[in-house]
């Protein structure tokens, strides 16, 4: 059963102090990792995809990477407005017709001035 | 960009009540999808749709159906609303991905959050 674990559940950091955020995830035959952002009360954001193992993908203070068993959203000296609860999601490609991907329950982010 | 609207933000109804969450998508996108988010649970997936009048269920449909009449517009109905029923819910679309020039990325309208008195 395709499954993603996303840890941990909550993270506080001090403006500057980097950190990664994990995902863990099983799936039969990976099509693409994907990340979002969502704020309190609002939609999930999409980030990023990665498709293969080895891949990594930058946008301002995050970087996402991939391996065969996990990826890593790494933030760069991060700033209160990055505060967030990161979503991390997989799709295989038994589902890549119906487009269906599974979710992680996400990481919150809390960054402290 | 793509943009996911949804009908209201904010939506108070009585137990009983039909209610009907609308969601329009401008960007052709073939796969719209239904979920509902709660505190502990995450996204889990309510409904989900892969062309017009078509429809499959997901993780937890039981309460809930589905309308797609036109590839833009995708329908949740609640056919008698219950109080476990309030949550924030939420709709994607995506591009149907069998090629490789397509990709799945799912985005999300504003949500709508429902409160079932």
Redesign the interface.
């Known amino acids: 059963e395709d499954q993603v674990t996303q840890s941990p559940e909550a993270l506080r950091l001090q403006e500057g102090e980097s950190s990664s955020l994990n995902c863990s995830y099983t799936v039969s035959g990976l099509r693409g990792l994907f990340w979002y952002r969502q704020d309190p009360g609002k939609g999930p954001e999409f980030l990023f995809t990665l498709y293969s193992a080895g891949e990594e993908k930058e946008k301002e203070r995050l970087k996402a990477t991939l391996t065969k068993k996990e990826s890593f959203l790494h933030i760069t000296a991060p700033k209160p407005e990055d505060s967030a609860t990161y979503l991390c999601a997989v799709q295989g490609y038994g589902s890549s017709n119906t487009g269906k991907l599974i979710f992680g329950q996400g990481t919150t982010l809390q960054v402290k001035p | 960009d793509v943009k ?1 609207t949804q009908s209201s933000r904010y939506l108070v109804k009585r137990t009983g009540e039909k209610v009907f969450l609308e969601c329009v998508q401008d960007m052709d996108h ?2 719209m ?1 239904w979920y509902r988010q709660d505190p502990g649970l ?2 889990r ?1 309510i409904y ?1 749709s ?1 062309d017009v009048k078509m429809k ?1 269920k997901g993780d937890i449909p039981e309460g809930y159906s589905v309308s797609r009449e036109k590839k833009e517009r995708f329908s949740l109905i609640l056919e008698s609303a219950s109080t476990n029923q309030t949550s ?1 819910y ?1 709709c ?1 679309s ?5 090629t490789t020039n397509e ?9 709508t ?1 429902l409160t079932v008195l």
């Open positions: 996911v073939e796969n999808f995450g996204l997936l989900f892969y499959e924030m939420l994607a995506s591009f149907r991905g069998a990709y799945n990325e799912q985005f999300f309208g504003p949500g959050r």
